[in-house]
């Protein structure tokens, strides 16, 4: 048991030293303004314009979700004018970036770490030193930029989203467009936007680190693939989850 715990704290330390090390890595290509803009342009498609669709109608359910479950309630005690508050102050704050990260991660931060495993099993990385090209730069980098970017855009229309859905159940429930609207601009701050959107930068870095590194550091074949793809899906959602706790106590305080 000793032998067990030791392994998954030495597992654990490396994992968070190699994150820091990319991290600082990739940071100072960006400061350098070498970005590849090409290549970031076309990750930024993937991880922004392909994952619009699902983000948006992932969070249209969501919203639809909390409406059936909180508006007929809050109608029959008489709370109606909290309802449009309520849910946007919920979905703006933490449903909305949680959600968001997690769909991101899952379709592509596994493809960064598929991507990048099988390069790596193929030999394809070793390819790219004897080129004199750097990893970090030549494929860490856009997918780090890109993540960081486009995550923030994906909450505005996971936000978005969310809130209509729940606004659309909400007619269903006795709560007019008027009062859900007005209920909306009474509770709603801007800090409770710019609060949830500034948990994209934070979300999409996660994602992006999580699984080039995991990807980097594949090993075993098409195995190896398979296991990284894995860890990397689950290592960035709960990464996200603590992530959105100590924003969310950072952020909203008050």
């Known amino acids: 048991m000793v032998g067990a715990v030791g392994r998954q704290v030495t597992a654990a330390v490396a994992f968070v030293g190699d994150q820091v090390l990319l991290l600082a890595s990739a940071t100072g290509y960006i400061a350098r303004g070498r970005l590849g803009l090409r290549r970031t342009l076309d990750q930024m498609a993937i991880a922004g314009t392909d994952s619009l669709p699902i983000v948006a109608v992932t969070m249209l359910f969501v919203g639809m979700a909390w409406g059936f479950n909180t508006a007929r309630y809050l109608v029959q ?52 030193h004897a080129l004199a090209v750097n990893p970090i730069y030549y494929l860490v980098v856009p997918r780090l930029v890109a993540c960081v970017i486009m995550l923030p855009v994906l909450i505005v229309v996971a936000d978005a989203t969310g809130i209509f859905g729940a606004f659309i159940i909400s007619i269903n429930g006795g ?42 550091r594949t090993t075993g074949g098409a195995e190896g693939v398979g296991r990284a793809t894995i860890s990397a899906v689950v290592l960035s959602i709960v990464l996200i989850y603590g992530a959105n706790l100590l924003l969310t106590m950072l952020f909203f305080r008050g």
């Open 77 to 128: 005690f008489g709370a109606a004018s909290y309802y449009g508050g309520s849910t946007s102050l919920a979905i703006a704050r933490e449903l909305g970036p949680a959600l968001c990260g997690v769909v991101v991660a899952a379709r592509v931060g596994s493809a960064f770490a598929a991507q990048l495993g099988t390069m790596t099993v193929t030999e394809q990385i070793d390819a790219l």
């Open 175 to 216: 709560i007019t467009s008027g009062v859900y609207a007005s209920s909306i601009q009474q509770w709603l701050g801007e800090m409770d936007l710019y609060g949830g959107i500034a948990k994209g930068f934070f979300f999409g870095a996660i994602i992006a680190l999580v699984g080039c590194r995991q990807g980097l």
